[in-house]
Nanobody
Framework: QVRLVESGGGLVQPGGSLRLSCAASGFTLDSWTVGWFRQAPGKEREGVSSISKSDGSTYYVPSVEGRFTISRDNVENRVYLQMNSLKPEDTGVYYC????????????????WGQGTQVTVSS
C-alpha cells in the first residue's frame, strides 16, 4: 500500500536540533516534489519547505530559511528535514506530503500525506 511515515520528532530545548525523516513505501518518492508542513495548536497547517523532483531545488519559508535543510536519500526512499536553532514557535505536528506546489507564496500538498510527528521546542 502507499504510505508515508514521519519520524524523528520529540522534545528539544530552544537552540537545539532535530532531524525528521519521511519514509515512503508502495511508491517511489523521488518521482515527486515533496514538502514538509507543520500545524501548531490552534493554527492552520502551513508549508515550511519543499524539494523539487526535477533539479532538486529547495524552497523555505522565511521563518525557517537558514535554519532548516530539506534533502533526499533516493536509495532509502526518504526525505529529511534537518532543523537547527529551533525556536518555541517551531512547535507543532510536522507532516510530509507529495505533489507539492507553490501558489501565491503558499505550499500546497496535493498528493500523499503522512500522519505527522510531534515537535516540541520548550525549556
Amino acid at each position: 500500500q502507499v504510505r508515508l511515515v514521519e519520524s524523528g520528532g520529540g522534545l528539544v530545548q530552544p537552540g537545539g536540533s532535530l532531524r525528521l525523516s519521511c519514509a515512503a513505501s508502495g511508491f517511489t518518492l523521488d518521482s515527486w516534489t515533496v514538502g514538509w508542513f507543520r500545524q501548531a495548536p490552534g493554527k492552520e497547517r502551513e508549508g515550511v519547505s519543499s524539494i523539487s523532483k526535477s533539479d532538486g531545488s529547495t524552497y523555505y519559508v522565511p521563518s525557517v530559511e537558514g535554519r532548516f535543510t530539506i534533502s533526499r536519500d533516493n536509495v532509502e526512499n526518504r526525505v529529511y528535514l534537518q532543523m537547527n536553532s529551533l525556536k518555541p514557535e517551531d512547535t507543532g505536528v510536522y507532516y510530509c506530503a507529495t505533489d507539492v506546489w507553490r501558489i501565491d507564496g503558499r505550499l500546497l500538498g496535493r498528493g500523499y500525506w503522512g500522519q505527522g510527528t510531534q515537535v516540541t521546542v520548550s525549556s
